[in-house]
């Protein structure tokens, strides 16, 4: 029997371990060092560290690249299991070795780097000796990709690229930038003259390049191919996302069933209220649908390729926004005003679920590209009638029982019966 919903035990064995490492080592982390897990400082590399060892030491360092690249070689299923825990503390990612933007372009980097440039950049990455950066986005368009401007000019032996960025995450703290250029996706060293990271926004970079000049190995893949690079660093990004999702809403149902049941309103616990019980149940049925919509689109980029389960990431991508927005909005409300502040983490989750819509490419656009998709697997139907037109169909129907209703006539006027009474029904 093929359809398993189980996990092997000694994977589960794994999972349990991360669990507990999360909650009893990230957490105190987060909580009394925030950032300690991203930042450069000595002192809180000396926190942050031998956290990241441990992690390495249990094998499960950089989860999401491929064992020949120096991951565990898990696959999107395995990983996403793994996602649902981490994506409930904000330096799980980076204490597992699989924080964004990273990931994305070391995905980029292991598919269409040469043995050079994975030397170069994709190790260092691995190891959180460099940090990284994504430049596509411009000022005048995200969305659309045919109005990005930015170009490199071959000049000699170097690339010139000149043009705007903005949103590039992390850029400014980034040791190397992947920008997008209408003829190429480029590695760009950011302290190379002529790359300027404006002032706000902070974390979200705006960046203009002027005139900066890199060496012709730093073209990634092939001229002309930054849009397929883009394609293969954001569908992996897309359903990381995803994944991390499913553990902020399971964090946010949590909290909503333990207030639900610990607080007093007129005479009763608030979970004997008939509204809050429909809450409850909705959350629940909605994490689990997009639980398990996010762990088959898993299994099928296991089983196939991103490509192929482009229209399930895609429908992954705009339905984990939907979820964060509805069930981080009743966790808070039932949470009263205590949700509304920052005291719990509820606030900045259901803050958040805007975000989740436009980040990797807006709901919209998702939305199209899924019934687009979905479309090309129907036609239209021929003369008036749609295909499930009942008095068709029965008729064809008819033709198979011919000879019986021909020779019963018990039968035909039960047929007969039956046809006028679905008629006279409307
Ligand atoms: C947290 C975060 C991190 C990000 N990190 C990066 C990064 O590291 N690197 C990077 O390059 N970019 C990054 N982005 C930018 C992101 O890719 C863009 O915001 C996104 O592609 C949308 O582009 P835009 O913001 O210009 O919105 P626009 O393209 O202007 O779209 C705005 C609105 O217009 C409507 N719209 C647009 N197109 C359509 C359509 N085809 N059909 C229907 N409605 C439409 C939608 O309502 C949409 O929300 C990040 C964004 C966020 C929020």
């Not at 302290?191 to 190995?217: C, F, K, Q, S, W």
């Not at 394609?231 to 639900?260: N, P, S, W, Y």
């Not at 021929?382 to 008819?398: D, F, M, N, V």
Request: proline content about 5%.
């Amino acid at each position: 029997m093929a359809w398993d919903f189980s996990t092997d035990p000694e994977f589960q064995e794994q999972l349990d371990w991360v669990e507990e490492f999360c909650r009893a080592e990230i957490e105190p982390l987060d909580l009394v060092f925030p950032g300690a897990a991203y930042s450069r400082d000595p002192k809180a590399k000396a926190l942050a560290d031998p956290l990241k060892q441990q992690v390495k030491d249990r094998g499960l360092w950089a989860l999401f690249l491929d064992k020949d690249l120096g991951g565990p070689g898990f696959g999107q299923l395995k990983l996403a299991l793994l996602n649902e825990i981490l994506g409930r503390y904000r330096s799980a990612p980076v204490i597992f070795g699989t924080a964004a933007p990273d990931t994305g372009n070391m995905e980029m980097l292991a598919a269409y780097g040469t043995e050079e440039q994975k030397r170069r950049w994709l190790y260092p990455l691995m190891n959180q000796e460099i940090f990284s950066a994504y430049s596509m986005t411009e000022p005048q368009g995200g969305s659309d990709p045919s109005l990005f401007q930015t170009r490199a000019a071959r000049d000699g032996d170097r690339w010139v690229i000149n043009g705007e960025k903005w949103f590039t995450s992390a850029g400014a703290r980034a040791d190397i930038i992947f920008v997008m250029c209408t003829n190429g996706m480029f590695v760009v060293p950011r302290d190379t003259p002529g790359v300027e990271v404006m002032e706000y926004p902070a974390l979200h970079n705006h960046i203009r390049y002027t005139d900066v000049r890199i060496p012709l190995d730093h073209l990634l893949g092939p001229e002309d191919g930054a849009k397929v690079l883009a394609q293969r660093r954001l569908g992996g990004g897309r359903i990381h996302h995803a994944m991390r999702t499913v553990a902020q809403v399971k964090l946010a149902f949590d909290m909503m069933c333990e207030r639900a049941l610990s607080r007093e309103s007129h005479g009763k616990t608030i979970a004997d209220n008939l509204l809050v019980l429909e809450a409850i149940a909705d959350s629940y049925a909605e994490i689990n649908m997009l639980r398990l919509m996010v762990l088959w689109t898993a299994w099928t980029i296991d089983n196939s390729s991103t490509r192929v389960a482009r229209t399930q990431i895609a429908a992954c991508k705009y339905t984990c926004a939907k979820v964060l927005r509805e069930v981080s909005y009743r966790a808070l409300h039932i949470m009263g005003s205590l949700g509304t502040t920052n005291l719990t983490p509820l606030q900045a989750m259901w803050a958040s679920a805007p975000t989740m819509a436009i980040l990797d490419g807006v709901d919209e656009v998702h939305k199209v590209t899924v019934a687009r998709n979905v479309l090309k697997d129907y036609e239209p139907h021929p003369g008036l009638w749609p295909s499930e037109y009942i008095p068709a169909k029965r008729e064809q129907a008819r033709k198979k029982y011919a000879d019986l209703l021909a020779a019963d006539p018990d039968l035909a006027a039960w047929a007969d019966h039956a046809a006028r009474a679905t008629a006279r029904g409307h």
